[in-house]
């Protein structure tokens, strides 16, 4: 089993220890992780290469290319981020902005279908629900057809000060979560909506709406 982990943040701080408790869980030892930091790649300048032309030309190709390979090439894929002011950390939207082609109005790939992937992010109050359903809309339209939610309010703005009890709370939610990914991860399809949303952007991509480098893609594969 291949997992890849994406830290939205730097820091070593609730969010991270989060993850680690999860990947701790998931990881035995024939399993492949690779764990990436999302901060510093530049922000998408909205030149339309990736989309348009040819995701190589993106000229932040060289920062992203490994960490999207990674994830292309797992079973599992772990996306984490504190909850900023109700949402994913800028550093983490500014990744996802660099996947827009890969999303299914584009060039979705066709492996997506059988991940599963684990949204985390945790909060001092409120939100990190929030931010781990933007987190999981991001991985629907990439096509992943199972993204599990590990939300956590912590009530405070350091791991270490975090209580015994929450950290408890945490570990009780990640050996759930663990648990049925492992059981469903090569079990997954597409649900209803996923399937329904690509034959739509199949239709699309038909009558012409889409951009040539998107239809022939679609052509290629033989899903139009
Ligand atoms: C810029 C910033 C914005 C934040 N916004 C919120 C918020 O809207 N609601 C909230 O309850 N906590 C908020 N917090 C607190 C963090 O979400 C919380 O402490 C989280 O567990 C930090 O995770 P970390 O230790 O991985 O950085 C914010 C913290 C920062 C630094």
Not at 103 to 114: A, F
Not at 149 to 160: C, E, G, I
Not at 182 to 210: A, D, T
Request: some cysteine; glycine content about 6%; aromatic content about 10%.
């Amino acid at each position: 089993m291949k997992i890849t982990a994406l830290h939205g943040q730097k820091h070593h701080g609730s969010t991270w220890n989060t993850t680690q408790l999860l990947l701790d869980l998931l990881i035995s030892e024939d399993d492949e992780c690779n764990e990436f930091f999302v901060n510093d790649i530049p922000n998408c300048i909205g030149c339309y290469t990736c989309i348009m032309k040819d995701e190589e030309k993106c000229p932040h190709r060289s920062l992203t290319k490994p960490i999207i390979q990674a994830i292309e090439q797992s079973d599992i894929i772990i996306i984490e981020t504190p909850n900023y002011c109700m949402g994913m950390t800028g550093q983490l939207k500014t990744f996802f902005d660099h996947m827009a082609y890969r999303w299914m109005s584009h060039r979705p790939l066709d492996e997506m279908k059988n991940k599963v992937a684990i949204a985390v992010s945790t909060t001092a109050g409120a939100g990190a629900g929030v931010a781990s359903k933007q987190i999981a809309k991001q991985l629907f339209w990439w096509g992943i057809p199972k993204v599990y939610r590990l939300n956590v309010a912590v009530a405070a703005s350091k791991w270490d000060d975090v209580k015994p009890k929450i950290k408890f709370k945490i570990e009780q939610k990640a050996m759930k979560i663990a648990k049925k990914t492992k059981k469903n991860y090569e079990r997954v399809c597409r649900g209803l909506r996923q399937k329904f949303i690509f034959k739509m952007m199949g239709g699309m991509q038909k009558s012409g709406f889409g951009t040539p480098k998107d239809a022939a893609y679609w052509k290629e594969h033989g899903w139009i």
